[in-house]
């Protein structure tokens, strides 16, 4: 309970005596390309193959002749939207960005970087977390974007090469009772998932406290606690949107 209390002390800290968003603004662009530009390259095999892995699997085990086969393409779209894309992402955000920010401000921590801006009188939290936090929240959701995009195609390539699916049956249960709220519920979740992997590694990272070995234990930390954040939100969301 006293890390929560300090964790919400911490958000309560980035808004005030903060400087002005337009100080800012080049640190988010710089963040912006470390927490997404820099992470498009995993997040495009992950998805990739995850969307192919789906429609194989959900194909081997659609037995029944009763079944049309337009319905291997219509679960990967419902999977990848609802899940796949929003939480697999996030995992694998949490152990790229997330990791980077907590070993970052670790880092800077230590070095008595954090210590050299309180002592000009510069709101620290604001200063070197906010930007992250910005720039996720920016990033991420074109991410969860490019990976349901990405898995819903490698679904395709693998479906068809594989011939358990025709490219009409494919495309036609992509379209078939296609719900648009599904689309939003990703961002939503994307948003929220974003929010809770950087402003955690975040957390961790400024309140390093030791040396080298203590910033290794604390970006380990964040991605600990940004997946168990991100799972408990996963289905708290589910619950109350769906």
Not at 208 to 227: I, Y
């Amino acid at each position: 309970m006293k890390g929560i209390g300090r964790y919400f002390i911490f958000l309560g800290n980035l808004f005030i005596k903060r400087e002005p968003l337009k100080t800012y603004f080049k640190q988010i662009l710089d963040e912006c390309i470390k927490v997404g530009i820099d992470s498009i390259v995993i997040v495009t095999i992950v998805s990739t193959f995850i969307g192919a892995v789906t429609c194989i699997q959900t194909a081997y085990n659609l037995v029944s002749p009763l079944i049309p086969r337009y319905v291997i393409s219509l679960v990967v779209r419902d999977m990848t939207l609802l899940e796949l894309a929003p939480t697999i992402t996030a995992i694998v955000f949490a152990g790229k960005a997330g990791s980077n920010i907590a070993s970052e401000l670790g880092t800077m921590r230590i070095s008595e970087q954090v210590d050299a801006l309180e002592v000009m009188g510069i709101n620290s939290v604001s200063f070197l977390a906010l930007p992250k936090i910005i720039a996720s929240l920016i990033m991420y959701p074109l991410l969860v974007i490019l990976a349901g995009f990405l898995a819903i195609t490698g679904g395709y390539v693998a479906g068809t090469l594989a011939g358990v699916i025709t490219p009409e049956d494919y495309i036609y249960g992509i379209r078939a009772d296609f719900q648009e709220f599904n689309v939003v519920f990703a961002l939503i979740k994307s948003f929220v998932f974003a929010f809770l992997v950087s402003s955690i590694s975040s957390f961790k990272g400024y309140y390093t406290t030791g040396g080298a070995l203590e910033v290794g234990q604390s970006s380990t930390s964040a991605v600990t606690n940004s997946c168990i954040a991100i799972l408990v939100a996963d289905y708290l969301l589910a619950e109350l949107l769906l």
